[in-house]
């Protein structure tokens, strides 16, 4: 009989939290939705950075770093699946922590590509590898029969028997089916037919700095886009247009306006969404967050505007969807009710001062102790924050009407460029009552690099502009 009660109470302890991760529905995002964190099918948050994608059969595959919210050390490489680019499936870690060696414990990889080699029929994965202080780096490769991996690590890509010394990489397949691989600067090396070593130098330094270099082709057009040097801070990425890879390459100018940062975001990948009317080229960043990098990194992805041979990303899109039949890409109106932040339904806890930026009403808090309540039916909320130099990151928690904690996550509301954004957005929950806190960590992302120049917020605030629900 005591056997018989106690199979009871594990059951109904394992239908409660069955029940919990249940509260969410996987699988209904509609649209792409940048700067704030994704939730794959068990509920977790997407993880993969510095990312590109790759596609077969109809699937889109992502593949890119792990990170945690305590080291930089590297923790894997994900990949993920899609059918629409919306909703994420986790497929496996593609390539672990090694036992040892140069990806094993307390080392840096970083800046994962993956790419079919045509003539095997095999994947082959590059990255960025390194020592935790960034003192031995070279570009490592890896290879799969499944695009699922596992993937084993080879060690470095040899040219002349040499291996790559350089940081920050990618790569570029072209139409007919031959593989570059890019470092920082902007040199261009071409892979041999097998994708497992360089046979060539296909094009030499063009600027110093160029971090994350990403190429993509549009017609007879080679587009190079990079970042400056500034660590885990975003600048205003710029880009290269040539007929040729081998150049000469042009010097374009910005692809975002001048001073927002790329939008807050570091460019990684291009991905071409092409269609029966259009082609959609979508522009791949990460938003980092040091040190909460698991937590709360995002990603920022936005179709790019084409003008004549000119590349632009004019405003930044919270929502966007893209039509995988057409090819087109269309911004999407939330539909929700907005509350502004003297709404008499959110109460506030702790010192909170209101004010106005750029006409936005705002509130903002840097006490460690404060935290805005609010209770709301519905299946979703979402929240615009004022993104600012001085802010830092944000407790956010959603808890059923049994006060059980159904979503967690911390989201980091610094941006060093001002901007109002959507800054976090539920899962999609079964409707009902649900309770959303938000609360004042008293953190921020700040961090020095290996030059000792430090980076990140100066403050501790939390900035809000509006909740929504859907
Ligand atoms: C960036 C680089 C990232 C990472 C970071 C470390 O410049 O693009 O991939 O290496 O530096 O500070």
Request: glycine fraction near 8%; charge should be positive; aromatic fraction near 14%.
């Amino acid at each position: 009989m005591a056997n018989y009660k106690l199979i009871i109470f594990i059951s109904a302890i394992l239908i409660a939290q069955w029940a919990n991760i249940f509260a969410q529905q996987a699988g209904n995002t509609n649209a792409i939705y940048s700067g704030l964190a994704w939730y794959d099918q068990n509920g977790k948050v997407v993880s993969a950075h510095g990312a590109n994608i790759v596609m077969k059969n109809g699937k889109f595959y992502l593949f890119g770093e792990v990170h945690s919210d305590t080291s930089n050390a590297f923790a894997g490489f994900n990949c993920y699946s899609s059918k629409d680019l919306y909703n994420w499936k986790f497929e496996s870690m593609a390539l672990p922590v090694q036992k040892n060696g140069k990806l094993g414990p307390n080392r840096v990889g970083e800046r994962v590509k993956v790419m079919k080699n045509p003539s095997s029929g095999d994947f082959v994965m590059f990255m960025h590898v390194d020592t935790l202080g960034y003192k031995d780096q070279f570009v490592g490769y890896a290879t799969a029969k499944k695009i699922t991996g596992p993937y084993q690590f080879k060690g470095p890509l040899l040219f002349n028997g040499k291996p790559i010394k350089k940081w920050d990489m990618g790569t570029f397949q072209d139409h007919d089916g031959t593989g570059y691989l890019l470092t920082h600067g902007g040199m261009i090396h071409q892979l041999s037919t097998d994708y497992k070593s360089i046979i060539a130098e296909t094009n030499p330094t063009i600027a110093t700095g160029f971090e994350s270099p990403t190429l993509f082709r549009k017609n007879d057009t080679y587009y190079f886009i990079g970042s400056h040097l500034t660590s885990w801070e975003k600048n205003d990425n710029y880009y290269f247009t040539a007929k040729s890879l081998s150049g000469p390459w042009t010097a374009r100018g910005l692809l975002a306006p001048k001073d927002k940062l790329t939008w807050n975001s570091q460019s990684t990948f291009v991905l071409k969404i092409e269609g029966t009317k259009d082609t959609t080229f979508m522009f791949m960043g990460d938003r980092w967050s040091f040190p909460k990098q698991h937590s709360a990194a995002t990603y920022v992805w936005q179709p790019i505007t084409f003008t004549g041979d000119s590349i632009s990303i004019p405003q930044y899109l919270n929502a966007w969807t893209v039509n995988l039949n057409t090819g087109a890409a269309n911004t999407i109106r939330l539909n929700h009710k907005i509350l502004l932040p003297n709404n008499k339904q959110i109460s506030y806890s702790g010192n909170w001062k209101s004010s106005t930026i750029d006409s936005i009403p705002i509130i903002r808090s840097n006490d460690p102790k404060a935290f805005l309540s609010f209770k709301f039916n519905g299946k979703q909320i979402g929240l615009y924050a004022y993104l600012l130099p001085d802010n830092g990151y944000a407790k956010v928690e959603i808890l059923n009407n049994k006060g059980e904690v159904v979503v967690k996550n911390i989201i980091d509301l610094y941006s060093k460029s001002p901007m109002s954004q959507l800054a976090f957005l539920s899962p999609i929950l079964n409707k009902s009552e649900y309770q959303l806190i938000v609360t004042v960590t008293g953190e921020r992302p700040n961090w020095s690099d290996k030059r000792k120049t430090l980076y990140g917020s100066t403050g501790n605030n939390i900035t809000i502009a509006k909740l929504i629900i859907l």
